[in-house]
């Protein structure tokens, strides 16, 4: 039989996988089975650029449609992948058709997590994850409605800055006791608050939901303590789990994700993973993580096609991430989970730019930088390459940030 590497998942590691199979050399045949009906395209636009308009659908496509057809590609869209049979190499569709492969790549993302709220069936709940979701909220958003949105992480907080943008007035409700407490400092968060406040959020924290309220369609959301928040929308956005269970059903090794090796192999050399769907060791941080970031799904879809062609690299990439809300740029490189000391570059009090580095046992492990390019892309290089940081200089903006750290 000839080759044949089938994608499952129109992802960004897909497109990503698919282009650096070319590149280095797959001859073979290369198929994308996406169950989504849309071309692999990039989702952080869906929270911010295309939520307010900014962005045309056209806008978010990973590669224009006419690469797949200049470089061979086979996209089978629209199409869920119910099975894998390792024994007969085969993939198997929705609609019971069959696909040979030779090499295998799961590429199938993750999904929102869904709290069975009472209403969350109503008219004008949503939650965010991919371009039909977002189509649709369309209908609900306008200038003077007004929004809940249930989570204060950084989907929800972006979704927040967006709505403020078209002119509705916003609520965001955060169980724990501050916005982004799994992932960032309590300055962070206190700046995000605080930013949020300005623009005209309503942010509620220590805040439980009771229930969605309305006949049919939502009207508003009733919280633990008896109020009400009326709402034309309500978004939630607590989190994603895996797309996992093809994987599993055809026994490969999960863990938290599918496990991979440092080469995006799973248990069978012949099926690779790459993107949010996975469990790899990072040796930088010398754990095993499960990331959910363009940048982990397009640098272990690199590697992975290297595997693919034979070609066995090392992925070790620092990981990063960015996330944009009203005029703020927010970067992060590297891991700050384990942090115990935070080091602020700059006023995080009462001006809209400085850098949290995050350090643990005397080491520095990330930084958070909000509209400072330069000590984002310093910090990063230092991290990947295992400069040494001195908190003093770190902590003083007026020295130049590449002084602080040496070889
Ligand atoms: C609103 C939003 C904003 C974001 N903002 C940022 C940001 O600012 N920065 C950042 O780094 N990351 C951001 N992310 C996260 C980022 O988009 C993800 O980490 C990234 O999309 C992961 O890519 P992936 O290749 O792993 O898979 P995904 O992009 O999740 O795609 C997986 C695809 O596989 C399909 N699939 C699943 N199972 C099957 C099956 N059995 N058969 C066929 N197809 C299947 C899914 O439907 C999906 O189309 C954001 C995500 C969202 C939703």
């Known amino acids: 039989m000839s080759e044949h590497c089938i994608i499952i998942g129109a992802s960004h590691a897909a497109a990503q996988l698919a282009s650096s199979l070319r590149q280095e050399g797959w001859e073979g045949k290369i198929s994308i089975v996406g169950d989504e009906p849309y071309m692999p395209y990039h989702r952080p636009p869906l929270s911010k650029a295309f939520f307010v308009g900014e962005k045309t659908e056209d ?24 099975r894998i049979d390792r024994d007969a190499k085969k993939i198997i569709l929705q609609d019971d058709a069959e696909i040979a492969y030779t090499k295998l790549a799961i590429t199938t993302g993750a999904r929102v997590r869904k709290i069975p709220f009472k209403g969350s069936e109503l008219a004008g709940v949503f939650y965010m994850r991919d371009l039909n979701d977002v189509k649709q909220t369309h209908k609900f958003t306008g200038k003077g409605k007004s929004a809940v949105i249930i989570g204060g992480g950084y989907i929800g907080l972006e979704t927040a ?12 409700i955060e169980a724990m006791s501050r916005v982004l407490q799994r992932v960032t400092a309590p300055e962070v968060s206190a700046f995000y608050t605080r930013v949020h406040t300005e623009e005209g959020v ?15 369609h939502v009207d508003g959301v009733r919280l633990s303590d008896g109020t009400t928040i009326p709402a034309d929308l309500v978004i939630i956005g607590v989190g994603v789990i895996p797309n996992i269970e093809i994987a599993e059903a055809a026994g490969l090794t999960i863990d938290n994700g599918i496990a991979v090796d440092e080469h995006a192999r799973t248990n069978d050399h012949d099926i690779l993973a790459a993107g949010d769907c996975t469990n790899h060791y990072n040796p930088i941080y010398q754990r095993k993580l499960r990331l959910e970031s363009v940048q982990n799904a397009t640098d272990q879809a690199k590697i992975a096609a290297k595997t693919i062609c034979g070609k066995l690299e090392v992925y070790n990439a620092l990981p990063w991430f ?26 995080s009090e009462s001006s809209r730019s400085f850098a949290a580095f995050y350090l643990c046992e005397g080491r520095l492990i990330a930084v958070d930088a909000i509209n400072r390019p330069k000590e984002f892309m310093t910090t990063k290089r230092a991290l990947s390459t295992g400069q040494t940081a001195d908190p003093i200089k770190l902590a003083d903006d007026s020295i130049d940030i590449k002084d602080a750290f040496t070889n």
Do not use: H
Not at 64 to 77: G, R, S, T, V
């Open 161 to 172: 800055a967006s709505l403020r943008k078209i002119g509705m007035s916003v609520t965001v």
């Open 322 to 347: 960015w996330s944009d809300q009203y005029d703020l740029k927010l970067q992060i490189a590297g891991l700050s989970q384990g942090f115990d000391q935070v080091i602020i570059r700059g006023d």
């Open 202 to 216: 309503d942010i509620r924290t220590d805040a439980g939901v009771d229930a969605i309220t309305g006949d049919q």
């Open 59 to 82: 806008e978010l496509l990973i590669r224009a449609a006419n690469f797949y057809e200049k470089n061979n590609i086979d996209l089978l869209l629209g199409c869920r992948v119910s």
